[in-house]
């Protein structure tokens, strides 16, 4: 007989904690709803570039498209340089040159 009320309480146990649980679930639920409808709406990622960065974009685009040189600019060199009508101004390179050095290793 003993058994038969231990085994009848155990089962009213079982049922209450049962529906607290249940209970409980539907309060984390209820609690996680509202925390999403108060949180603030968060905005979707985006990029802008600047005005400088579609320029230089642009220019980046420009210089891939070239070939790097002048070709007009050293074929009229080389002309020049074939009819002995270029001349170096040596003091003037010589200034470049030392300028050049200066910026790389000074």
Not at 81 to 94: F, H, M, R, T, V
């Amino acid at each position: 007989m003993v058994s038969h009320v231990n085994k009848g309480q155990q089962q009213a146990n079982l049922l209450t904690n049962t529906k607290q649980q249940k209970l409980d679930l539907q309060k984390d639920n209820a609690n996680s709803e509202a925390a999403k409808s108060s949180a603030p709406k968060v905005a979707a990622d985006s990029v802008s570039l600047t005005p400088q960065a579609k320029q230089l974009k642009s220019l980046q685009d420009k210089a891939q498209q070239s070939s790097g040189f002048d070709s007009n600019k050293v074929e009229e060199l080389k002309k020049a340089i074939s009819e002995g009508k270029y001349q170096i101004d040596a003091e003037k390179l010589a200034k470049n040159i030392a300028a050049f050095e200066f910026d790389v290793y000074g």
